[in-house]
């Protein structure tokens, strides 16, 4: 049986995959730069894919400064007005917080996972939450796993991390913890080949933790 759960975020708790891409794309448009999604999906792993995008297309690094803080407004704007829920999450978690203690460890800025739970209760059933600012390399690295095991003095055989990305399962397997992918539209083409599990929603889990 599984004791800790570390869940990703964006894909797995909220469905936002997709609106930090709009976000992208808008702000891109602004400058004439037409921001190509399937291009955006492969190699979303890798990061800064919206930006290599906008340096083949000759933007310079100045005006890319300058969309990073627009492409946030974009983002939170969509945050504060799209339906991001993932139907069964709040009572997939309220049935795990009876037998696992679970914690979030997210790429996602502070800033945007604030705007994004103001009025969620998914914190509420959380130990702790580790957003970008919490730690110095991101995913696919394993720093924030390892992170977020230090924080629940869990032992890496205990914990299970829940993803929707290969960048995040990536972080998982370096870090030497068993993971589980959920379905998600937006990053189902990647390669999941060395998760643990596949499951098409959080309603699985529990099965999974209690078989261990």
Known sequence: M?????????????????????????????????LDEDRYRRNMTQGGEAWRQAREAGVDEATIDRLR????????????TEAIEIEGVVETLAELAKHVRMAIVTTSRR???????????????????????????SKPHPEPYLTGLQRLGATKEATLVVEDSSRGLQSAVAAGIDCAVV?????????????????????????IILAG
């Open 183 to 207: 379905h998600n539209d937006f990053t189902q083409g990647q390669d999941f080949a060395q998760a643990s599990h596949r499951i098409a929603s959080l309603s699985e889990l529990k099965d």
């Open 111 to 137: 800033a945007d996972f604030e705007v994004i739970h103001e009025h969620r209760h998914i914190r509420g059933f959380m130990d702790f939450v580790l957003v970008r600012e919490d730690y110095g390399r």
């Open 69 to 80: 803080a627009v492409r946030d407004e974009y983002y939170q704007e969509h945050l504060r």
């Open 2 to 34: 599984k004791a800790f759960v570390l869940f990703d975020h964006d894909g797995v708790l909220v469905d936002t995959e997709a609106w930090y891409f709009k976000a992208c794309e808008r702000a891109l448009a602004e400058v004439g730069v037409t």
